[in-house]
């Protein structure tokens, strides 16, 4: 996320812009379509049941990006959450505040076509495809509501390099737990093709039940393939854990340390222990 509080020229000072979806061209259009589609063979036996439940209910296909204004329409109505658009990256306060205010910021730009399975800035296919369908299950909602009237606070208190781990394990990379099986709704996997298959198939990273303060001290990777997946019993268990004062639990993470990335404790629960073979050998560097 940026820093500096002072939007660009011609943004607003909330940070957001108009999408400006009839600029975009057919090109552009059909890198969505070809993202899109590739996705669909595989998240029908992979993502949980609310993700394609919201898949449906935006019809985010149709002939290429999602027009915001369209989309808004179902989700405000659905959960009273809307997409905003931003010109990419935007302040802490500035994102936790549309977040606390059930606005979603999302890019408008989407990767090039020889960018298809790999994009370091999240581009509309990443923000709209990868989150707003979750946004329409009202559990998911309020978590995510919950989460950035968090951050604020967060943000006051000094650690909110623990609240990030939360959200990088929870809304970007998160894992169900469900009768049929582990099923991702964490929106780094469900947009992307190759992770999509990494964090339910590979042996390579551990996967290990959800615990609020484990997670929290857990660093992540940003650039390649996560070395470990935490997975919730039930949506509701993730708000519920939000809902909880972390004054208290962030008093007692300022004098702990980090817990290493590819380590299983004890106390954890242990759905994979994984061989993190796939990190040993350097992952995207070593390709």
């Known amino acids: 996320m940026a820093t500096d509080l002072t939007p ?5 000072p909330d940070w957001t812009i108009d999408q400006g979806w009839e600029t975009y061209t057919q090109a552009e259009h059909d890198v ?3 993202l899109y589609e590739r996705q669909l063979d595989l998240l029908p036996r992979r993502a949980c049941d609310p993700f394609l439940k919201g898949l449906d209910a ?23 959450w809307t997409v905003v658009a931003v010109p990419g990256l935007v302040p802490d306060a500035v994102f936790f505040d549309h977040l606390a205010n059930r606005r979603f ?23 709209v495809f ?13 978590y995510m509501q919950a989460y950035g009237q968090g951050g604020l606070r967060a943000l006051n208190l000094g650690r909110l390099h623990n609240l990030a781990r939360l959200y990088w394990y929870t ?10 099986g582990l099923r991702i709704y964490g929106a780094g996997i469900v947009s992307s093709h190759a992770e999509s298959i990494f964090a339910l198939d590979d042996p390579s990273p551990n996967r290990l039940g959800f615990d609020l303060a484990r997670t929290m001290r857990t660093p992540y990777r940003i650039d390649d393939f996560q070395q470990v997946y935490f997975v919730i019993p039930s949506l509701q268990a993730l708000l519920d854990a939000t809902l909880a004062d972390f004054g208290a639990l962030y008093a007692a993470l300022a004098g ?31 390709a």
Do not use: C, S
């Open 256 to 286: 702990q340390t980090d817990i290493p990335i590819e380590a299983v404790l004890p106390d954890d629960k242990v759905f994979t222990r994984g061989t993190q073979a796939y990190a040993r050998r350097g992952g995207r560097t070593a």
């Open 32 to 34: 969505w379509i070809t």
């Open 171 to 180: 809304v970007e990379f998160g894992l169900l737990e469900t009768d049929a």
């Open 8 to 12: 660009p020229p011609g943004v607003r």
């Open 58 to 80: 935006l019809d985010l296909h149709r002939t290429g990006i999602p027009d915001f204004a369209r989309i808004n329409e179902e989700l405000e109505r659905l959960t009273g």
């Open 130 to 142: 990868g989150h707003v369908p979750m946004l329409t299950d009202p559990t998911f909602a309020d």
């Open 105 to 127: 910021p999302a890019g408008n730009f989407i990767r090039k076509p020889d960018q298809l399975d790999y994009l370091q800035e999240p581009d509309v296919f990443h923000d």
